[in-house]
């Protein structure tokens, strides 16, 4: 098949206008798609007839230079690598489609977010921002989310993070912040890690990153799933409505599924265990027809009315509070197709948070006039000159035009002589664009400012957030926040700067610093010595919002327990009955349940059946799941509790307060956690001697009456006032 797109269909108007559906970007991307074929050809096509010798001077003899089959093979194998990105390096991406759930023409004239009747494609990227490309997917780091929409009218990228706020405000510091956050450069250690020396001197001395900072040290940077994270635009844009009204406008994405998060504990596991554990579960819940769904959701300010908020909306270190402004649901994603070549589409894809359609516009935020130039800079080299917007995953699938021509990897044949505007030469008749008011229209506000190179005293409040932030967040968060702090620094050899960055934390709240300082060897917290360093502004707005539920994991959970992960721990033996109807019913409920044992093959029931196996305990460990049942049957329950890996899959749930419920001889295995945890006799339906612990009698599961109580159990996710977890040792 031939790699070039087939004439006029891709590109063409009638593409463009043809359809209402999202498959257009799947045309598109088909006409570059080949599969296996049963012939072997060089790049130039020819037919290969051996492809494991090279071509030599006799049998032993030394090879030959003339072997352009060898020398292309080998050629194009030592380029095959490209620059990775400079920051966001590892992601994984998918395809799906938006659609808005009603009309917005009231705030912007952007088509896609007209009709509740068009589908548009987008391509989604994930990320983590501090590690290189095969770096551990569950490191402690922000997350990137960037969307690309392929609209009718041209490519929009909302190029954002799963956290609402930024470290710094200003883009001339952003260069300076990930030199710090990325791996020292003497020895190149550590990898994906903020937890060393430069990034806590950088952020000690910057006390417009605390609010962020809050945020990185809290669950939110350890997301137990892609598709369980919000997403946030971060800065200020605008929309703007076709009578050229302006609003300003911030972006969310809220999963369907809920936000949830690894405990640190697991996310460090993991990283061992399987490095691949996002990229891996997004992958697999696509395959599997579990498409993960986002909602989109909008809060909008008049412009005009940002001043009554009390902080600058311009400024990527405040968020909108969500009692303050709440957020409009306005559309739903679904991402329902994997790529077919991660180089070709994930790799290749070029996000540019400058990409916009009429009807959205920037705003004068600072950070975010940094980013507009910065993106494509970066894509010149990292993707090979300036024609990368012609690689397939880039293109629009609205037609192109311009007088732009040549360069590196140019793709396009143009037609004729004229390269330039205005002309008359190109099919006779005059061709001038001298603004008009169709296509995209910059928002004129006006501007009367000198150059000055000075930040707004309206971005000196560098903490009121920070203690918004921690004053919303439950017990179990906040203890997180804590430990994650103390983690951290107590990784800084240099004792001055974790001195001073308790000092700093001191002016978010001072029973957090005391906390914090209590394990780093140093002196108690003092907010004076911060207040009277160079950048340090003692300055907090009068703020309107001092607590905010919405800035909380805990009520973002959901209910369900949809595509989250059930092991059954099983071994010869087992009393498989109510473990067929805990299948079933926890398969309607929309979890993927899955057999667990010392080997992999089948296991042979107490009723002389057998039951397949799905994974070992060394292969798939508590750790990637997020319930645990350990089902009856004395030969079974016996065998497992002489195996310390099965010993160990229950302390680790234990641990990591997942739900786990045991039927009849399975409370056995529970004993050896070393707790009380014998079931009462006459207990009416499930006793449940801890949270999230659940025993139950079997004949009770096959009547039906346990399945709604382990549903909400694991739909509960983390029963953080379980009690001794902190005592286990796994
Ligand atoms: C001045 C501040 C910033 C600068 C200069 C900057 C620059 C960059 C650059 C050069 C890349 C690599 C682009 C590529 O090679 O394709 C990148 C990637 C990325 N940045 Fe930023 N960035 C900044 C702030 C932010 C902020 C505030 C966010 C979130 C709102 C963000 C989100 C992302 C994401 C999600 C990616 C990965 C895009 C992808 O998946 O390909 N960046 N950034």
Redesign the pocket.
């Known amino acids: 098949m031939s790699l070039l797109p087939k004439r006029n269909a891709v590109n063409s108007r009638s593409t463009a206008s043809s359809a209402k559906s999202n498959q257009d970007k799947k045309v598109q991307l088909d006409n570059f798609t080949v599969g296996a074929t049963s012939t072997l050809t060089s790049n130039q096509g020819i037919q290969i007839a051996d492809n494991h010798n090279s071509l030599r001077a006799g049998e032993n003899g030394p090879t030959l230079l003339e072997d352009f089959i060898l020398r292309e093979k080998i050629t194009h194998f030592g380029h095959e690598r490209i620059p990775e990105?400079?920051?966001?390096a590892r992601?994984c991406?998918a395809h799906g489609y938006f659609k808005p759930y009603k009309s917005m023409v009231q705030y912007t004239s952007a088509a896609f977010l007209q009709d509740p009747e068009i589908e548009t494609p987008v391509f989604v990227?994930?990320?983590s921002?501090l590690g290189s490309l095969g770096s551990a997917d569950t490191v402690r780091d922000v997350r990137?989310?960037?969307v690309k929409f392929y609209t009718q009218e041209g490519n929009y990228d909302l190029?954002?993070?799963n956290i609402p706020v930024?470290y710094?405000q200003d883009?001339i510091k952003?260069?300076d912040l990930v030199h710090a956050l990325k791996p020292e450069p003497h020895h190149e250690m550590p990898q994906a890690s903020s937890a060393h020396d430069t990034f806590w001197d950088f952020a000690s001395l910057v006390p417009e990153i605390t609010h962020m900072l809050m945020w990185t040290m809290s669950d939110r940077s350890l997301p137990r799933s892609f598709r369980m994270m919000e997403g946030?635009?971060?800065?200020t844009f605008r929309f703007i409505n076709s009578q050229g009204d302006a609003f300003f406008v911030k972006f969310h994405w809220k999963p369907k599924l809920g936000v949830h998060a690894l405990d640190w504990d697991e996310a460090q596991k993991i990283a061992g265990k399987d490095p691949d554990f996002l990229r891996r579960d997004l992958w697999e819940s696509i395959e599997m027809g579990n498409y993960p769904e986002w909602e989109l959701g909008v809060q909008i300010v008049d412009v005009g009315r940002e001043e009554e908020l009390g902080f600058d909306i311009l400024d990527?270190t405040k968020l909108l509070p969500e009692s303050q402004i709440p957020v409009q649901i306005i559309g739903k994603m679904v991402l329902n197709r994997n790529v077919e070549n991660f180089f070709s589409e994930t790799e290749q894809?070029?996000?540019?948070?400058g990409n916009l359609v009429p009807g959205i516009d920037f705003s004068n935020d600072p950070?975010?006039q940094?980013?507009l130039?910065?993106?494509t800079?970066?894509?010149l080299t990292?993707?090979g000159g300036p024609n990368f917007h012609e690689i397939p995953i880039n293109r629009s699938i609205c037609p192109v035009h311009n007088f732009q021509r040549a360069g590196l990897n140019r793709q396009t044949i143009n037609k004729g002589r004229v390269a330039y505007e205005p002309n008359t030469l190109a099919n006779g008749l005059e061709f001038r664009l001298d603004g008009t008011s169709q296509g995209f229209q910059s928002h004129p506000n006006p501007i009367a400012a000198s150059k000055i190179r000075r930040r707004n005293s309206s971005f000196n409040d560098h903490f009121s957030q920070a203690t918004l932030f921690w004053n919303s967040q439950s017990i179990a968060e906040k203890d997180h926040i804590a430990a994650a702090f103390r983690f951290e620094l107590s990784k800084v050899e240099a004792a001055d700067i974790r001195q001073r960055m308790v000092d700093n934390l001191a002016h978010v709240d001072l029973k957090l610093a005391l906390k914090v300082a209590s394990s780093l060897g140093i002196n108690a917290p003092d907010p004076k010595a911060a207040a009277g360093r160079l950048g340090f502004h003692d300055y907090r707005v009068s703020t309107k919002v001092i607590e905010d539920s919405a800035l909380s994991m805990m009520v973002r959970g959901g209910n369900n327990i949809k595509t989250r992960r059930l092991a059954i721990l099983v071994a010869d033996g087992v009393d498989a009955p109510p473990v067929r109807r805990l299948i079933q019913d926890m398969t309607a409920a929309g979890a993927v349940c899955k057999l667990v044992s010392w080997q992999l093959g089948t296991v042979n029931t107490q009723g002389g059946k057998q039951l397949v196996v799905d994974h070992t305990f060394a292969n798939m460990p508590s750790v990637m799941f997020d319930a645990v049942l350990v089902p009856g049957g004395d030969e079974s329950v016996t065998a497992l509790c002489g195996l310390g890996e099965a010993v160990h899959f229950v302390l680790e749930a234990y641990k990591h307060c997942k739900t786990i419920c045991a039927l009849n001889e399975g409370t056995r295995l529970l004993a050896t956690l070393g707790f009380n945890l014998h079931p009462e006799k006459n207990s009416d339906l499930v006793y449940v001697p801890t949270a999230g612990i659940l025993l139950a009698d079997a004949q009770k599961v096959l009547d039906g009456q346990v399945t709604q109580d382990f549903i909400a159990a694991m739909a509960h996710h983390r029963h953080w006032d379980r009690l001794n977890a902190i005592a286990v040792p796994a």
Not at 232 to 235: I, M
Request: charged residues 10%; without cysteine; positive net charge.
């Open positions: 990105r400079v920051v966001n992601g991406g990227r994930f990320s921002s990137g989310f960037a190029v954002g993070n930024f710094i883009a952003f260069p946030f635009g971060v800065h990527a894809v070029a996000f540019h948070p950070l975010l940094g980013r130039f910065s993106y800079d970066s894509q990292r993707l």
